[in-house]
């Protein structure tokens, strides 16, 4: 069955810091790779997305994430984050069903 | 645009009443919306996805006679939790596709609705 790993549940960095989340999927086919955002209080957003083309995708608020098709990876990054990126991330595949598969989400706490 | 709406944003009920939670795409026709349950701390579980006009599938370990879906139209989805406990109280949210936008496989989240059963 497909799934999806992010690798750090919960991350505390200072403001400034560089931000790297890990996210593998397993699934060997075509995919649709999204992460997202919950800041706290508030609904799910869409951070990024990969359809196809360029691997490496930018995204909203100096976000950007890599897929790394060998590696069944989709990492995201951010080379300063801000006291206001505190929020839950979460990395998502879809393998062009219904159904998007969500990983367990990392909690970033962002020191000010 | 691509906005998704949930009613309630909370509710509180009493064990062994039904609760229904409309979820609404305002501005999209969505074909496919998707109920999921995210408990504290944790990912969202999808609990069941919605096709407009036939029956709902189900996640395995969901039980279909206790949390009843209906998609009666291509921009309302409705889960009804029937003769709810405390341990369904959660955090309940839909998402929809965007049947004819150009991000097919991308879903718009509703803002989810507290149910806390007492």
């Known amino acids: 069955a497909q799934s999806v790993s992010q690798h750090n549940h919960h991350v505390i960095l200072s403001e400034a810091a560089s931000l790297e989340l890990g996210c593998n999927y397993s699934?060997?086919?075509?995919?649709?790779l999204f992460w997202y955002v919950q800041y706290p209080g508030q609904h799910l957003q869409l951070l990024l997305k990969?359809?196809?083309?360029?691997?490496l995708v930018k995204g909203i608020k100096g976000f950007e994430a890599e897929f790394i098709k060998s590696k069944f990876s989709f990492n995201l990054r951010k080379p300063s984050v801000q006291w206001s990126d505190t929020a839950e991330y979460f990395c998502a595949v879809n393998t062009g069903g219904f159904k998007t598969i969500f990983g367990a989400g990392t909690r970033l706490f962002v020191k000010a | 645009g691509a906005v998704v709406s949930q009613h309630p944003s909370r509710v509180i009920c009493k064990s062994g009443t039904s609760v229904k939670i409309e979820c609404r795409s305002l501005?999209?026709?969505?074909?496919?919306m998707f109920w999921y349950r995210q408990f504290p701390k944790k990912s969202l579980m999808l609990m069941a996805t919605?096709?407009?006009?036939?029956?709902?599938?189900?996640e395995q370990g969901v039980e279909k006679d206790k949390f009843l879906i209906n998609h009666a139209s291509l921009t309302l989805s409705t889960l009804t939790v029937t003769s709810a406990h405390p341990e369904d109280s959660s955090f309940y949210i839909c998402s929809a596709r965007d049947q004819w936008g150009d991000t097919m496989n991308e879903q718009f989240f509703g803002p989810g609705t507290r149910l806390t059963v007492l």
């Open positions: 990969y359809f196809s083309g360029d691997p």
């Open positions: 501005d999209f026709q969505a074909t496919t």
């Open positions: 699934y060997g086919g075509t995919v649709n």
């Open positions: 919605s096709n407009e006009g036939s029956k709902a599938t189900y």
